[in-house]
Structure formats: structure tokens, C-alpha cells
């Protein structure tokens, strides 16, 4: 692979600290004048950010082992630790894979649908995201996906929709099982849709909302009846091509849930 040094900014030759008024410059203007530091980014961040575009663009394909560490330092004048210190953010970002040995190196791995579910749920974790933030995401989001899937569904999703809610009638007296197939049927309805960017934050914030509601005195054997039944009327919505019904439908089915959970 060829490389294209990055363009890093020259360097300010202006050792002037922040708002420092240039000589001469109230003589000539007749108004003081100052200048802010001009911040000059890492080597390592103008390497990273070539590379990202690279990869992101297209130009280097998934798979596509990049030049050696020296080579990249060669070719973009950099030091060998800037360039070291670049290829791991890009690994942290999920753009890279390290393969070891004597033939390995850095190895392009181009954004998937799971880089954004590790980004995203890693982000909610880390934040420690309320449960009525979930909440409100399901609300904006399940609506809309429920709608795509009476669009955009097929036989293979209909079939998936209906094992999902099988598994949840299945499973009404084991609270634990019961949630996760609410979870899977959930899922399978937004897989329906066929949207990558909806799959993904629902697949993102779905190990989150599980956790946040494995309570008993949340999920009583009444409100699991209730759910089973919401579910059937949305999936029959959903299977019969009705896509205002079906959005109707889960938009009252999460709003009803999140006003359980005292969720305004």
C-alpha cells in the first residue's frame, strides 16, 4: 500500500502567551490587539485521523494489512511512537486488529453494525444511563421500528416473530426467562425492519434494559399477561402488513410499560 504523509500544521514560531498584545499593533491600529494560542494537534491524532478517513472511505479494504510501523514512520515523518500511539487508538475504535507474529501487523477492519453496539453500550455502561432514559430511547425508537417491520418484514422475519412470542408464553412463570424472551421478540420486530442504524441501538441498549427490569415486583403475573397479549396484537399487526396498527400499537404497548415503571 502506497502511504500519503499526513499534513501536519507548522509549528508557531510565536512564543507569545494567550492574549498577548502584538508590538506595535496599538501604534499601527489604534486598538489593542491580542492573539490566542494557536493549538497545534498530536502527531499520533494527524496520523490517526489520515488513517480513519482511509478506512471509513473505502480506500483501504477490510482485511488490508497496513505498512509496517517503520514504514508508516518513513513515509509520514513521523516518530515510530506517534505512529504506535496512532494505530492503537484506531484498535480501541474497533478500525484495526493486531494480528501477532512474524508476519503480522495491523490489519484494516472496516465499521459493522457490532462496532456501533460495543460503542454505544460501552457509552451507557460507563454512564451509568437511567433506567428512564432507556425507557424514553425504547418509546422514540420501538414505534417506528414496528411501523418498518409491517413495511419491510418477511417470511423468515415472520417466522422469527412468531417462535419470539412462543418462547414468551412459554415462559410466563420464570420471570428471568420471560424477560429475555421479551427482550428477543423486541429484537426480532426490530430485525424486521430492516433498518441497520435501529437494529443496532436497540441490540446496544437491550442488555441494559434487561438488567434494569429483572425485578419481581416490576414484572408481576399479571403484567406478563398483559404483555403477551400486546405482543400477539402487535405481531399480528406486524404479519398482516398494517403499518399504522402496528406502530399504534407499540407505541401504547411502551408507553403503557413505562407509565407501570411510573415513567411519565
Not at 54 to 66: C, D, H, K, Q, Y
Amino acid at each position: 500500500m502506497k502511504t500519503t504523509r499526513p499534513r501536519t500544521p507548522a509549528k508557531s514560531a510565536d512564543p507569545s502567551p494567550v492574549g498577548r498584545p502584538l508590538k506595535g499593533a496599538e501604534k499601527s491600529t489604534g486598538r489593542r490587539f491580542s492573539i490566542e494560542r494557536i493549538r497545534i494537534p498530536k502527531a499520533a491524532d494527524v496520523l490517526a485521523s489520515h488513517l480513519r478517513d482511509e478506512i471509513v472511505e473505502g480506500r483501504l479494504s477490510n482485511g488490508e494489512m497496513l505498512p509496517t510501523e517503520r514504514e508508516l514512520a518513513e513515509g509520514a515523518g513521523l516518530s515510530r511512537s506517534s505512529v504506535r500511539e496512532a494505530l492503537h487508538m484506531l484498535e480501541i475504535e474497533g478500525l484495526l486488529v493486531t494480528k501477532p507474529g512474524r508476519n503480522g501487523g495491523s490489519m484494516v477492519c472496516q465499521p459493522s453494525r457490532d462496532t456501533i453496539v460495543k460503542t454505544v453500550s460501552l457509552y451507557i455502561s460507563s454512564r451509568k444511563t437511567q433506567l428512564t432514559s432507556l425507557i424514553e430511547a425504547r418509546a422514540a425508537l420501538e414505534p417506528s421500528g414496528a411501523m418498518l417491520a409491517a413495511k419491510h418484514r418477511t417470511d423468515v422475519d415472520i417466522e422469527a416473530i412468531r417462535s419470539m412470542h412462543e418462547n414468551l408464553e412459554a415462559s410466563i412463570d420464570d420471570l428471568d426467562e420471560f424477560l429475555r424472551a421479551n427482550i428477543d421478540w423486541h429484537l426480532a420486530v426490530i430485525h424486521a425492519s430492516h433498518n441497520d442504524l435501529m437494529i443496532a441501538f436497540m441490540e446496544s441498549i437491550s442488555g441494559q434494559v434487561y438488567a434494569a427490569t429483572n425485578v419481581e415486583r416490576m414484572n408481576p403475573l399479571e403484567i406478563r399477561q398483559q404483555v403477551i397479549k400486546v405482543h400477539g396484537r402487535i405481531s399480528d399487526a406486524i404479519i398482516e402488513g398494517d403499518p399504522a396498527a402496528a406502530k399504534r400499537r407499540m407505541e401504547r404497548h411502551v408507553g403503557a410499560y413505562a407509565g407501570h415503571l411510573g415513567i411519565e
